[in-house]
C-alpha cells in the first residue's frame, strides 16, 4: 500500500494530458487549482495507515490474501459493505469535501462481477482478464478513474442515431492485438488525479449498439487521452490566497474533467466486455447501486464539518443558546443522519452474487442518494441561515494586511473579545465552500440525477403487492391491477 505522500510522488511520473484555463498543465501536482483535490485522494491512501481507522481503509484482498487498500477491494460480504460506508464517512470528515476514487473503486466492483456473468453466458474470458488486472491494481495501490458518463448528445436519441457517432465512446477499429475507442466521458472526478482510467458504457444498450458495449481500462496518460478540467465557482481563490478559499488544502467538492479518447489503442488484456450488449444496462444498474450507496456515506462526512462550522459560528456569535438555533442545528443533524442511514441500510440488506461479491440493496441504494440529494441543499441552507449573512459580504482576505484598513476589518467583525475576527471569517468561508453552487450541483447530480434514481426506486417496488395489502385491509375482493 501507498502513503499519501507516496501517491502524490507516483503522479510526477505519469505524463497526464491536462488542460485548464486556455493551457496545458505543466506540473499537475503543484498546480494550485489541482492539487487540493490530490491531498483528497491522498487522504485515501493515509486512512489505511491511520491506526484509528486501519480496519476501514484497509481489507485482505480475497484474491491474493495480501493487505489492500479497501479502494481497491471487492465487497465479500455485509461487513465490507458497512465498513465501506463508513470508510468514507471518516474520510469524509477529514477532508470536507470530495476525495475522488470512489467512481474507480466501485467500476472495479462491478466489473469483477459482470465479467463473470458475460463469461458464465458467452464462453468469454473476462473474468481471468480481469482479476489479473485487479490484482496488478491492488498490489501497486493504483487510483482507478471510472469513467461512465457519456456526453449523450440529443437525449431523445439512441447512441447510434446520434448526429456525430462519437458522442458515446465506441470501438472504431478492431486489430489482431486490440481495439482503438474514440469518444469522451465527462464530469470525471478524480479524472486528473488518477492513475488509470476504468471505462464503461454508460446506459443499457440495444443489440445495434455493439461498437457501444465496451469496457476496458487505460493508463491516464496513454496517447490520446486527452482532458479538459472543469471551472468550479470562485476557483481563482486558489491562486489568490487561501483564507477566501474556506478549505484551501482539500479544495471544493469536484474537482472533475472532460476525458477525450482521440483513438486511443487499448490492448486485448485491458479489454473486459467487447460487443455483449445486453450486460450494459447490468453495469449500470450494479455501478450506479454500489455508487448511490456512497453517497449517503461522503456526504454525512462533509456535512458533519458544515454542522460544525455551524455550531462554532453560533458560538463565536452569541446566537448557540437560541431556541430556534438549536432546533435548526438539531434539523441538520436528523438530515444528515437519514442519509447515512440509508447507506447502513442497504449495505446491510445486501445480497451475493455468482461470483461472490455482494450487492447493495438496490431500492434502498437508490433511497439513500434521493434522500442526499434532495437534504444536502437542505442542511446548507439551514447552515446559511444560521451563519448570517456576512458569509456573501466579508471582504478579501488581503485587507487583514491593508495598513489602511485592517485595523477596521479586524475590529468590526470580531464578535467577542476572545475570539479574533479572522477565526468568524475562516469559518465563514469554510460555509461559503461548502454550501455554494459547485457542491449543491455535485450533490444533486452526483451518482446520476435524481430522476435516474427515481426510474431504480419505480422498478424495483412492486406495487402490485402494495395494492394487495391495502385492498385485503380495505375489504375490496379483487384488487384493480396497478
Ligand atoms: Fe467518493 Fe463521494 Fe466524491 Fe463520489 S462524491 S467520489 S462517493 S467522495
Ligand atoms: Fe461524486
Request: charged content about 25%.
Amino acid at each position: 500500500m501507498m502513503t499519501g505522500e507516496q501517491y502524490i510522488e507516483s503522479l510526477r511520473n505519469l505524463k497526464t494530458e491536462v488542460h485548464f484555463m486556455g493551457e496545458r498543465v505543466a506540473n499537475l501536482v503543484d498546480h494550485p487549482a489541482i492539487r487540493p483535490h490530490i491531498n483528497a485522494a491522498a487522504a485515501t491512501y493515509d486512512l489505511a495507515f491511520d491506526p484509528q481507522h486501519a480496519d476501514l481503509g484497509s481489507a485482505i484482498s480475497h484474491l491474493t490474501g495480501r493487505r489492500i487498500n479497501r479502494w481497491t477491494h471487492i465487497p465479500q460480504g455485509q461487513d465490507d459493505l458497512v465498513k465501506k460506508v463508513k470508510m468514507l464517512r471518516a474520510v469524509g470528515r477529514i477532508t470536507g469535501t470530495c476525495f475522488q476514487r470512489c467512481v474507480g473503486m466501485d467500476a472495479l466492483i462491478t466489473l469483477y462481477s459482470v465479467t463473470h456473468d458475460v463469461d458464465r453466458k458467452h464462453g468469454t474470458g473476462y473474468h481471468e482478464r480481469f482479476r489479473r488486472f485487479l490484482i496488478e491494481t491492488q498490489d501497486r495501490d493504483l487510483l482507478s478513474g471510472g469513467a461512465m458518463t457519456d456526453p449523450k448528445g440529443d437525449r431523445s436519441k439512441r447512441p447510434h442515431e446520434q448526429h456525430d457517432p462519437d458522442l458515446f465512446v465506441r470501438v472504431v477499429e478492431r486489430r489482431p492485438d486490440g481495439i482503438v475507442v474514440r469518444g469522451a466521458k465527462m464530469h470525471q472526478t478524480g479524472a486528473v488525479n488518477s492513475h488509470q482510467f476504468i471505462v464503461l458504457p454508460g446506459q443499457a444498450l440495444g443489440p445495434e449498439e455493439r461498437e457501444y458495449a465496451i469496457a476496458f481500462a487505460v493508463p491516464a496518460d496513454a496517447d490520446g487521452v486527452i482532458q479538459v478540467f472543469g471551472r468550479q465557482v470562485n476557483d481563482s481563490r486558489k491562486w489568490e490566497g487561501t483564507i477566501d478559499q474556506g478549505n484551501p488544502t482539500y479544495g471544493v467538492v469536484g474537482g472533475e474533467a472532460l476525458v477525450v479518447f482521440d483513438n486511443v489503442f487499448i490492448p486485448h488484456e485491458r479489454v473486459f466486455m467487447l460487443g455483449e450488449t445486453e450486460f450494459a444496462g447490468t453495469i449500470v444498474e450494479r455501478f450506479t447501486g454500489y455508487h448511490r450507496q456512497n453517497y449517503g456515506g461522503c456526504k454525512s462526512g462533509n456535512l458533519d464539518v458544515l454542522v460544525g462550522a455551524a455550531v462554532a459560528l453560533a458560538e463565536m456569535q452569541g446566537t448557540a443558546k437560541a431556541s430556534h438555533v438549536r432546533d435548526k442545528l438539531a434539523e441538520m443533524a436528523h438530515l444528515v443522519e437519514t442519509m447515512y442511514s440509508g447507506a447502513l441500510a442497504c449495505s446491510y440488506e445486501c445480497t451475493k452474487l455468482a461470483c461472490g461479491t455482494a450487492l447493495v440493496n438496490l431500492l434502498l441504494a437508490n433511497t439513500a442518494k434521493l434522500n442526499t440529494a434532495r437534504y444536502y441543499p437542505e442542511v446548507t441552507r439551514l447552515a446559511q441561515d444560521i451563519a448570517g449573512g456576512f458569509v456573501a459580504t466579508t471582504p478579501s482576505e488581503r485587507e487583514l494586511d491593508n495598513p489602511r484598513v485592517k485595523a477596521f476589518v479586524r475590529k468590526y467583525y470580531q464578535t467577542r473579545p476572545d475570539v479574533p475576527a479572522e477565526d468568524r471569517i475562516r469559518l465563514g468561508r469554510l460555509i461559503e465552500n461548502m454550501t455554494g453552487a459547485t457542491p449543491f450541483i455535485e450533490g444533486m447530480h452526483g451518482a446520476g440525477s435524481p430522476q435516474a434514481q427515481k426510474v431504480v426506486v419505480q422498478r424495483q417496488i412492486d406495487w402490485a403487492e402494495r395494492v394487495q395489502l391495502a385492498s385485503r385491509i380495505a375489504g375490496i375482493p379483487s384488487a384493480p391491477r396497478h
